[in-house]
């Protein structure tokens, strides 16, 4: 991800400098070793962590997904490196740290406003929430736009769903969502990396959408800190900034909302975010991706491989000017 000037940042930085200069030793290393063993060694020692995660509490009756999208018959990314490899600004910008920065985290009491253009606003405590449909599992691709990505087996239900609950109006064409911020419990709310609170939204059909889902576990367990937890949006054909975490705010509205990374760097982050091999970002490819826990790259496939589903919903639009 970028810092809030995009053009006082150098390519170097596109992941944070620590884990950019942590990649110059690491290749530095690696061919000093000339083996792949040895790379293996070093990739482990760089992605380690100091600390064993927090198992999350288990969910009950989660339920096997629907038919929305084939099965994925690709290995799922190890619960820790989803655990550990994390994008979650309000607590560091270095992915390594955000799992110990978040891990006091509270989750509970924790509620959700869903309010703007619907008939039936209401705040809902987060465990009432949870119950308005029953979990599913639902293994998706993440593809994060700084090139790399995972499998992740989310527990959560359609974001539908809970739409259909608050009831929305007709002149409702977009979904505006905000994450928490509490500078007390998020540590990272005092720089200006971003303007916060953070704020995503999508085009009401592409919420609707039966791929769209509000996850709440990965692995059968309650989500931890770092990977936004009580409650997060996953949107697996969107880069994966798309999904904001720690949701305390859902609104529907008329127009385009703007949304934290746009804001940021407007050339850079469109409000659509789709995975699109064919529209580079500005200072890098977008044309392949590296699987985390894997070694060399993977063709990075046009909405992130969900295209039979959800194509139709960009029909007759020029994807590289609606970015």
Request: include cysteine; hydrophobic fraction near 35%.
């Amino acid at each position: 991800m970028l810092i809030k000037k995009p053009g006082d940042i150098k390519s170097s930085e596109i992941t944070g400098k620590e884990l950019y200069l942590k990649r110059r030793m690491f290749i530095r290393g690696a061919a000093l070793a000339g083996g792949a063993v040895a790379t293996g060694l070093v990739y482990r020692y760089f992605t380690s962590h100091g600390e064993e995660t927090q198992a999350g509490e288990k969910i009950a009756d989660v339920q096997a997904p629907p038919q929305t999208a084939p099965p994925l018959n690709e290995k799922n990314t190890s619960y820790e490196d989803i655990t550990h490899y994390n994008n979650f600004y309000e607590f560091s910008t270095d992915k390594l740290e955000v799992a110990s920065k978040a891990k006091r985290f509270v989750t509970r009491p924790w509620t959700v406003a869903v309010e703007g253009l619907v008939n039936k606003p209401r705040v809902f405590d987060i465990d009432d929430l949870l119950k308005i449909s029953p979990p599913e599992e639902r293994i998706y691709r993440h593809r994060c736009v700084e090139r790399w990505s995972m499998v992740i087996p989310w527990v959560g239900f359609p974001l539908a769903k809970l739409l259909d609950e608050v009831q929305p109006l007709s002149q409702a064409k977009y979904v505006a969502f905000e994450s928490l911020a509490d500078p007390k419990q998020m540590p990272n709310l005092s720089s200006d990396v971003l303007d916060w609170p953070y704020i995503e939204g999508l085009r009401l059909d592409e919420a609707m959408h039966p791929l769209t889902i509000l996850a709440s576990g990965l692995y059968g367990e309650t989500l931890p800190p770092q990977n936004g937890a009580p409650l997060r949006l996953v949107v697996p054909w969107k880069y994966g900034f798309k999904g904001l975490k720690s949701i305390v705010r859902i609104r529907l509205v008329e127009d385009e909302p703007p949304t934290a990374w746009n804001i940021a760097g407007p050339s850079e982050y469109g409000f659509y975010s789709n995975v699109n091999p064919n529209r580079d970002h500005p200072r890098w490819s977008q044309k392949a991706e590296r699987r985390i826990g894997e070694f060399g790259l993977r063709d990075t496939l046009m909405f992130n491989g969900y295209g039979d589903q959800v194509a139709q919903l960009y029909g007759g639009m020029d994807l590289k000017k609606y970015y």
